[in-house]
């Protein structure tokens, strides 16, 4: 741990001007053409080996080590900044996922090994992921064939998680994060006059009714051994308040951790819109979008993970069983290639949910994610 510390202690004063260069050029999902061009620049300066313009902005870089061994890790990093408002309520572009920390610490990692690449024996890729926030960044890297030539044995990532404090790591074995699905429900009717309700069909009405029987899915259909949630998070209808309009349309999320959960909830929901429309003698219009699968850590990837943040933070930094239904894309390189998610924790004193205007990460959270990835690949590739 102290060799680590010593080690990682070389790239503090670089991992802190790569976190503040990122979080002052936010760029949105595909964007990222400023980010992009600072990482490659980065990785010149290194003399570290890479392809950059995949899927657009998506860079990988490669680093062999002197060894004869061929086992290749990789690990990713996401790029995209997320939408939000500020305290006037006008559109804002910001770091507030700490995606800004991710790169830094990646492209530190990077740093590390090819400073150090004559003591391991694999090849070591590094993954700069353009569009995490729902937006097919994943997929997109996957068939450009980033897991490929030479093929990836075992991949990691990481998320900065403010759930946590500072000082901890979550290491969580099976399904971390959930699978997240989005559905579109419009009603449409004959419009009509409020005081005369009976010669309309009343598309609010319809809609409201939805939205309440929607949650009898999760607590009627679903196990009550099995999470999962369904959240409307839009509804649109109407301009006045004495005409009832020709239609409303609906939009949310559905989030589950098992493929036949996913299932349910996309029947669920197509049953209950038309089922719903016909009583009120409406027209439904149902879109029900697969995202995102559940994100399951590898049981044979967890042991190595388990020790690598155990030799980091002690027992003590061991957060074990954790889940929760948020959703990233980094379950599509784990449906590919056995691997992990580590989540560090960055809470201080006060705590801000990730996309919330505070959202911030600490110096001292990055500097152990940075350890805990470099002795990763100790365990991993290092002869």
Same mark, same amino acid.
């Given at each position: 741990?102290?060799?680590?510390?010593?080690?990682?202690?070389?790239?503090?004063?670089?991992?802190?001007?790569?976190?503040?260069?990122?979080?002052?050029?936010?760029?949105?999902?595909?964007?990222?053409?400023?980010?992009?061009?600072?990482?490659?620049?980065?990785?010149?300066?290194?003399?570290?080996?890479?392809?950059?313009?995949?899927?657009?902005?998506?860079?990988?870089?490669?680093?062999?080590?002197?060894?004869?061994?061929?086992?290749?890790?990789?690990?990713?990093?996401?790029?995209?900044?997320?939408?939000?408002?500020?305290?006037?309520?006008?559109?804002?572009?910001?770091?507030?996922?700490?995606?800004?920390?991710?790169?830094?610490?990646?492209?530190?990692?990077?740093?590390?090994?090819?400073?150090?690449?004559?003591?391991?024996?694999?090849?070591?890729?590094?993954?700069?992921?353009?569009?995490?926030?729902?937006?097919?960044?994943?997929?997109?890297?996957?068939?450009?064939?980033?897991?490929?030539?030479?093929?990836?044995?075992?991949?990691?990532?990481?998320?900065?998680?403010?759930?946590?404090?500072?000082? &901890? %790591?979550? =290491?969580?074995? !099976?399904?971390?994060?959930?699978?997240? /699905?989005? +559905? #579109?429900?419009?009603?449409?009717?004959?419009?009509?006059?409020?005081?005369?309700?009976?010669?309309?069909?009343?598309?609010?009405?319809?809609?409201?009714?939805?939205?309440?029987?929607?949650?009898?899915?999760?607590?009627?259909?679903?196990?009550?051994?099995?999470?999962?949630?369904?959240?409307?998070?839009?509804?649109?209808?109407?301009?006045?308040?004495?005409?009832?309009?020709?239609?409303?349309?609906?939009?949310?999320?559905?989030?589950?951790?098992?493929?036949?959960?996913?299932?349910?909830?996309?029947?669920?929901?197509?049953?209950?819109?038309?089922?719903?429309?016909?009583?009120?003698?409406?027209?439904?219009?149902?879109?029900?979008?697969?995202?995102?699968?559940?994100?399951?850590?590898?049981?044979?990837?967890?042991?190595?993970?388990?020790?690598?943040?155990?030799?980091?933070?002690? &027992? %003590?930094? =061991?957060?074990? !069983?954790?889940?929760?239904?948020?959703? /990233?894309? +980094? #379950?599509?390189?784990?449906?590919?290639?056995?691997?992990?998610?580590?989540?560090?924790?960055?809470?201080?004193?006060?705590?801000?949910?990730?996309?919330?205007?505070?959202?911030?990460?600490?110096?001292?959270?990055?500097?152990?994610?940075?350890?805990?990835?470099?002795?990763?690949?100790?365990?991993?590739?290092?002869?």
């Amino acid at each position: 741990m102290i060799q680590i510390h010593r080690t990682v202690a070389d790239q503090r004063t670089s991992l802190l001007e790569y976190q503040r260069f990122f979080h002052s050029r936010p760029e949105l999902g595909f964007k990222e053409f400023v980010t992009a061009e600072y990482i490659c620049s980065k990785l010149d300066e290194m003399g570290v080996s890479y392809k950059n313009g995949i899927a657009g902005t998506g860079i990988l870089a490669t680093i062999r080590g002197n060894g004869s061994s061929d086992r290749c890790i990789l690990f990713r990093s996401d790029m995209d900044a997320v939408r939000t408002v500020d305290e006037q309520g006008d559109p804002l572009v910001a770091h507030l996922c700490g995606h800004d920390a991710h790169m830094a610490v990646m492209l530190a990692l990077c740093g590390l090994i090819e400073k150090h690449r004559d003591q391991f024996g694999g090849i070591v890729k590094i993954l700069f992921q353009p569009a995490e926030e729902a937006l097919g960044g994943a997929t997109s890297m996957i068939a450009a064939g980033v897991l490929k030539a030479p093929r990836v044995d075992r991949v990691y990532g990481f998320h900065m998680w403010s759930e946590f404090a500072s000082g &901890q %790591a979550c =290491v969580t074995e !099976g399904p971390l994060f959930a699978a997240g /699905d989005q +559905f #579109s429900v419009s009603f449409s009717g004959t419009p009509g006059h409020a005081a005369m309700p009976h010669l309309a069909v009343d598309v609010i009405l319809a809609g409201s009714s939805f939205v309440q029987n929607l949650q009898s899915i999760v607590s009627r259909h679903l196990s009550p051994l099995e999470p999962g949630v369904i959240s409307v998070c839009a509804f649109h209808g109407g301009a006045g308040p004495n005409s009832l309009p020709q239609t409303v349309q609906l939009t949310g999320t559905a989030r589950t951790f098992s493929e036949n959960n996913r299932s349910l909830f996309a029947q669920g929901v197509e049953r209950l819109a038309r089922s719903t429309a016909a009583f009120f003698g409406a027209e439904a219009n149902v879109q029900y979008r697969h995202l995102v699968p559940p994100l399951v850590n590898s049981a044979k990837a967890i042991p190595t993970v388990r020790a690598a943040v155990t030799d980091v933070l002690s &027992q %003590a930094g =061991v957060v074990s !069983g954790y889940r929760a239904t948020c959703v /990233d894309d +980094f #379950s599509f390189y784990l449906q590919e290639v056995e691997g992990a998610y580590i989540l560090v924790g960055c809470k201080e004193q006060e705590y801000y949910p990730v996309h919330n205007n505070n959202f911030y990460v600490p110096e001292e959270s990055m500097i152990i994610a940075l350890m805990i990835l470099y002795r990763l690949i100790k365990s991993e590739l290092f002869v």
